[in-house]
């Protein structure tokens, strides 16, 4: 097995929303804002070789939305996944399988993309599977008024009109984590979204956590730093503190989607909480 970083492109979020109730004071010590309040944020995905098969865990928001649209997140660097995947070898038809932590349109957006002629759209990676599950598939399909601005159809529904899209199965009650059929575990979160997969590889003795939004930046490591775009809250303050003990106490190696400047870190158990311990890049523990 081989991993590999894929960045699809960096944009900025408000720094109040991505923290919610915790002050200024505090977070902008680990992520400084600019003067518009917006702090960066990466969409780094992970690409995972194994055998036959091509993994890509999330796929940022790509490029079919209006310069309107795009102009809310304040685009900067020169990331693609295409330019990320040529970089190491590979070419977004290589891609097996396309295996979505959720459905939010910065996780899953770069999936579909416009059709030759801009009269639809198809999928952009057209050899791949597209591996969601049920319960979010449902919750995104039919959102809330609160998440309705993220779950946006032109991004969702190609895949199943496709006959592209798969379902991984949802844990067993009573279950924290679930095997997929990917051959790595997922860990199921339900505070930012209905279930949000985190998946966790195994890779030369190592376990590899892909956070999502369960833990944004290193920022967010204290258990009250949690978004304001997370729809329950209290929950992901529950689900942050099992997953974060399970992280100190196995030395998970957690690899941050969102966090722009650190790419992957360990914790550890302190007096105040799990803490950051070490910070590494993925070239040195990839490579």
């Given amino acids: 097995m081989k991993l590999y970083p894929i960045n699809s492109g960096n944009f900025k979020l408000d720094g109040g929303a991505m923290f919610g109730v915790v002050p200024k004071s505090l977070w ?25 098969r091509l993994i890509l865990i999330d796929t940022g928001m790509g490029n079919k939305q209006s310069d309107k649209f795009f102009g809310y997140y304040y685009l900067w660097g020169n990331d693609s996944i295409d330019a990320s995947l040529k970089a190491n070898g590979f070419h977004r038809d290589d891609i097996t399988d396309v295996f979505m932590t959720h459905l939010h ?31 979010h598939w449902n919750w995104a399909t039919q959102p809330n008024r609160r998440e309705k601005a993220s779950f946006l159809e032109e991004n969702i529904m190609p895949m199943k009109t496709s006959g592209q899209l798969t379902f ?24 930012h979204t209905d279930k949000q997969m985190i998946p966790m590889i195994q890779y030369n003795g190592k376990t590899i956590c892909f956070m999502a939004d369960l833990l944004p930046t290193a920022g967010h490591l204290p258990l009250p730093f949690v978004m304001g775009y997370d729809t329950r809250p209290l929950l992901t303050l529950d689900e942050k503190e099992k997953f974060l003990k399970m992280a100190a106490d196995n030395n998970y190696y ?34």
Wanted: proline residues 3%.
């Fill in 28 to 52: 902008q010590k680990t992520n400084p804002a600019d003067a518009n309040n917006m702090i960066d944020i990466a969409a780094r995905c992970l690409l995972i070789e194994d055998g036959n």
């Fill in 105 to 135: 349109f910065d996780h899953c957006g770069g999936s579909i993309q416009w059709n030759k002629d801009r009269t639809g759209y198809e999928p952009a990676f057209k050899n791949a599977h597209f591996w969601s599950n049920l319960d």
């Fill in 168 to 191: 991984t199965e949802l844990p067993i009650q009573g279950d924290i984590l679930r095997k997929s059929k990917l051959g790595f575990d997922i860990f199921f979160a339900n505070g």
């Fill in 254 to 287: 957690l690899f941050l989607e969102h966090d722009a400047h650190n790419e992957i870190i360990t914790v550890q158990n302190t007096e105040k909480g799990v803490r950051l311990k070490n910070v590494f890049s993925c070239n040195e523990i990839f490579n």
